[in-house]
C-alpha cells in the first residue's frame, strides 16, 4: 500500500510513503543525506565512482558537500511559496526528453556554480504541470542510473508509483486528490 503526504499544503507536492512506512521518501533521503555515518560508507562503498565521475578523491569532502547540498536542497524544496513554479526545479529524467507525457518521470536537483555538480537526485512522478509526487532520492555518481544498485532501485520506485497511479485511475491532480480523499 502506499501512502502519500502533502509536503507544501497546497496539492502542489507530495511524497510517497512506501509499505506505511513512518517516514516519506522525500525526508528519507534528507535523513541519509545528513548521516555522516550513512555518508561515510556510502562514500568508501562507491568511492571509485566518486573519483572517476566526480574527481573528488576525500570522502569527509564528499561527505561536507553532500550535507552542504542536502541543507540547500531541502531549503529549496521545504519552504516553497505559492509563486515558486516547481516546473524550474524538476525536469524530465530523460535529457532528450522533449514533450510531457501523463504521469512523467522527473528529476529535480541543485545547480550548483562552481566546484563539482551536485550528485544529490529528488525523483518525482509529474502529475500535472506544477504538481509532483516525490518517490525518493538518491547520490548519483554514475552517468546513467541502471550502473549502480541504488540509483537503478530508485528507477524501480518511479514506476512502482507509476503503475500504481494507472491502476488506480489516476492521470492527473485532480484524481489524484479524489483518491487521497477517499483513502
Not at 542536502?70 to 530523460?94: A, G, Y
Not at 516525490?134 to 540509483?151: Q, V, Y
Request: one cysteine or more; aromatic letters at 10%; charged letters at 30%.
Amino acid at each position: 500500500m502506499l501512502l502519500f503526504d502533502d509536503i507544501t499544503k497546497d496539492g502542489r507536492l507530495w511524497a510517497v510513503r512506501y509499505n506505511e512506512e513512518e517516514e516519506n521518501a522525500l525526508y528519507k533521503a534528507f535523513t541519509q543525506w545528513n548521516d555522516v555515518e550513512w555518508l561515510r560508507t556510502f562514500f568508501y562503498a562507491n568511492k571509485d565512482d566518486l573519483e572517476s565521475y566526480f574527481k573528488v578523491t576525500d570522502v569527509n569532502e564528499a561527505i561536507y558537500d553532500t550535507i552542504e547540498d542536502s541543507d540547500k536542497l531541502q531549503c529549496l524544496i521545504l519552504d516553497l511559496n505559492p509563486d515558486t513554479d516547481l516546473e524550474k526545479l524538476f525536469r524530465p529524467l530523460d535529457n532528450n526528453q522533449t514533450m510531457a507525457l501523463i504521469l512523467d518521470k522527473e528529476k529535480a536537483r541543485l545547480n550548483n556554480i562552481g566546484g563539482h555538480p551536485s550528485w544529490l537526485r529528488l525523483y518525482a512522478i509529474r502529475l500535472e504541470k506544477g504538481a509532483f509526487i516525490i518517490t525518493g532520492g538518491a547520490i548519483k555518481l554514475t552517468a546513467t542510473m541502471a550502473e549502480r544498485k541504488h540509483t537503478l532501485q530508485e528507477l524501480v520506485n518511479m514506476e512502482q508509483v507509476r503503475n500504481f497511479l494507472l491502476d488506480e485511475g489516476i492521470v492527473d491532480k485532480e484524481s489524484f486528490i479524489d483518491y487521497n480523499d477517499s483513502v
